[in-house]
């Protein structure tokens, strides 16, 4: 007589089961870090996109304008000043961004400004880096 087995038992379902929940157990952790390394990433690119954009939009005004011109024209929208020796620090905080620009004159040689703009997003749960865009700018 022949023995014919369509299904499985039982056991062999208990036992099947197990092993795909010690899987499901290892994998997830590695999944939970990939969401969050992806969290990170994403947030470190839009910090350092906003701070190049902006360094854009000062590099435009170095061509047209003096430095004393182009911290004028900023103040509307980086209303916190302050100045120390010879660095000038602008300021704003809006509803997604601290933006932090510095103007460093005569460095590093006479008539030269280093320029730092520093971007960090306020919803940062995971301590993702800061945007940052540095260059030195001859103003006209």
Do not use: C, W
Request: glycine content about 4%; overall charge negative; cysteine-free.
């Amino acid at each position: 007589m022949k023995n014919s087995k369509l299904g499985m038992t039982f056991v062999e379902v208990i036992v099947a089961m197990a092993i795909f929940a010690i899987l499901v157990v290892a994998i997830f952790p590695a999944f939970l870090l990939g969401v969050k390394l992806n969290a990170v990433s994403k947030i470190s690119v839009e910090n350092a996109t906003e701070s190049q954009s902006i360094m854009e939009e000062i590099y435009g005004y170095s061509l047209n304008y003096t430095l004393a011109d182009t911290i004028t024209a900023l103040t509307t929208e980086y209303p916190a000043i302050s100045v120390s020796g010879q660095t000038t620090t602008m300021t704003k905080t809006d509803a997604t961004y601290t933006t932090v620009i510095q103007f460093t004159t005569d460095t590093p040689a006479a008539g030269m400004t280093k320029t730092l703009i520093t971007v960090t997003k306020l919803d940062n749960p995971y301590g993702a880096r800061q945007g940052q865009a540095e260059t030195i700018l001859l103003f006209r």
